[in-house]
Protein backbone atom coordinates (compact mmCIF):
# COMPACT_ATOMS: atom_id res chain seq x y z
CA UNK A 1 0.00 0.00 0.00
CA UNK A 2 0.96 3.47 -0.68
CA UNK A 3 0.54 6.06 1.66
CA UNK A 4 0.32 10.16 0.42
CA UNK A 5 0.49 12.85 2.35
CA UNK A 6 -0.22 16.83 0.89
CA UNK A 7 1.22 19.72 2.52
CA UNK A 8 1.93 23.48 1.84
CA UNK A 9 -1.48 24.75 0.84
CA UNK A 10 -2.79 28.11 2.45
CA UNK A 11 -4.26 31.42 1.40
CA UNK A 12 -2.51 33.78 -1.54
CA UNK A 13 -2.88 37.28 -2.80
CA UNK A 14 -3.35 36.84 -6.40
CA UNK A 15 0.13 36.83 -7.95
CA UNK A 16 1.86 35.74 -5.55
CA UNK A 17 3.74 32.11 -5.08
CA UNK A 18 3.16 28.64 -3.25
CA UNK A 19 4.88 25.47 -2.98
CA UNK A 20 3.23 21.96 -2.38
CA UNK A 21 4.67 19.11 -1.19
CA UNK A 22 3.37 15.23 -1.17
CA UNK A 23 5.96 12.58 0.44
CA UNK A 24 5.01 8.99 -0.29
CA UNK A 25 5.73 6.08 1.58
CA UNK A 26 7.35 2.97 1.39
CA UNK A 27 10.45 2.50 -0.69
CA UNK A 28 8.90 2.19 -4.87
CA UNK A 29 8.73 5.79 -5.28
CA UNK A 30 11.04 5.59 -7.99
CA UNK A 31 8.77 3.28 -10.03
CA UNK A 32 5.72 5.35 -9.40
CA UNK A 33 4.53 8.14 -11.63
CA UNK A 34 3.37 11.21 -9.86
CA UNK A 35 1.46 13.93 -10.73
CA UNK A 36 -0.95 16.70 -9.42
CA UNK A 37 -4.94 16.98 -9.53
CA UNK A 38 -7.08 19.85 -8.09
CA UNK A 39 -11.02 20.10 -7.65
CA UNK A 40 -12.49 23.08 -7.18
CA UNK A 41 -16.35 23.61 -5.87
CA UNK A 42 -18.60 22.29 -8.08
CA UNK A 43 -16.04 21.16 -10.59
CA UNK A 44 -14.86 17.65 -11.95
CA UNK A 45 -11.41 16.60 -10.75
CA UNK A 46 -8.66 17.53 -13.53
CA UNK A 47 -4.68 17.03 -13.78
CA UNK A 48 -2.90 19.84 -13.14
CA UNK A 49 0.60 18.61 -13.54
CA UNK A 50 2.17 14.83 -14.18
CA UNK A 51 5.92 13.95 -14.13
CA UNK A 52 7.10 10.29 -15.04
CA UNK A 53 9.96 8.17 -13.45
CA UNK A 54 12.20 9.16 -16.19
CA UNK A 55 11.28 12.76 -15.20
CA UNK A 56 9.22 13.60 -18.11
CA UNK A 57 6.25 16.50 -17.40
CA UNK A 58 3.35 17.01 -18.45
CA UNK A 59 0.77 20.30 -17.90
CA UNK A 60 -2.35 21.40 -18.33
CA UNK A 61 -2.57 24.27 -20.39
CA UNK A 62 -4.23 26.46 -18.09
CA UNK A 63 -1.05 26.40 -15.47
CA UNK A 64 1.79 26.05 -18.18
CA UNK A 65 4.66 28.28 -17.84
CA UNK A 66 2.87 29.00 -14.44
CA UNK A 67 3.76 25.79 -12.41
CA UNK A 68 6.78 23.36 -12.45
CA UNK A 69 6.51 19.68 -10.66
CA UNK A 70 9.95 18.34 -9.91
CA UNK A 71 10.11 14.74 -7.95
CA UNK A 72 13.22 13.21 -5.46
CA UNK A 73 13.18 9.84 -5.87
CA UNK A 74 15.76 10.19 -2.48
CA UNK A 75 13.42 11.87 -0.69
CA UNK A 76 10.22 10.13 -2.16
CA UNK A 77 8.44 13.94 -2.75
CA UNK A 78 6.64 15.31 -5.63
CA UNK A 79 6.64 19.13 -5.49
CA UNK A 80 4.69 21.37 -7.25
CA UNK A 81 6.09 25.06 -7.51
CA UNK A 82 2.91 27.76 -8.47
CA UNK A 83 3.70 31.17 -9.46
CA UNK A 84 1.75 33.93 -10.54
CA UNK A 85 -1.71 32.57 -9.14
CA UNK A 86 -5.03 33.53 -10.02
CA UNK A 87 -8.39 33.18 -8.35
CA UNK A 88 -9.09 30.53 -11.03
CA UNK A 89 -6.28 28.39 -9.41
CA UNK A 90 -8.42 28.16 -6.55
CA UNK A 91 -9.11 24.37 -5.04
CA UNK A 92 -8.08 21.30 -3.24
CA UNK A 93 -4.79 19.71 -4.70
CA UNK A 94 -4.41 16.43 -4.32
CA UNK A 95 -1.46 14.32 -5.13
CA UNK A 96 -1.49 11.02 -7.13
CA UNK A 97 1.01 8.03 -7.44
CA UNK A 98 0.66 5.27 -10.64
CA UNK A 99 1.99 2.08 -9.96
CA UNK A 100 2.56 -0.78 -12.38
CA UNK A 101 2.10 -4.53 -11.95
CA UNK A 102 2.44 -6.22 -15.30
CA UNK A 103 -0.17 -4.30 -17.32
CA UNK A 104 -2.09 -3.41 -14.79
CA UNK A 105 -1.78 -0.04 -12.59
CA UNK A 106 -2.76 1.42 -9.50
CA UNK A 107 -3.88 4.55 -8.40
CA UNK A 108 -3.32 5.98 -5.12
CA UNK A 109 -4.37 9.65 -3.04
CA UNK A 110 -3.90 11.73 -0.88
CA UNK A 111 -6.14 13.55 1.10
CA UNK A 112 -5.72 16.97 -0.40
CA UNK A 113 -4.66 20.11 0.98
CA UNK A 114 -6.58 23.75 0.16
CA UNK A 115 -5.41 26.41 -1.90
CA UNK A 116 -6.92 30.06 -1.62
CA UNK A 117 -6.12 32.95 -3.96
CA UNK A 118 -7.99 35.75 -3.02
CA UNK A 119 -7.17 39.61 -1.86
Do not use: H
Not at 16 to 38: D, E, H, K, P, Q
Not at 42 to 68: C, H, M, P, W
Not at 69 to 98: F, G, H, W
Amino acid sequence: QVQLVESGGGLVQPGGSLRLSCVASGSTFSSSAMGWYRQAPGRQRELVAQITTGSSTNYADSVKGRFTISRDNAKSTVDLQMNSLKPEDTAIYYCNARRWRFTQFYDYWGQGTPVTVSS
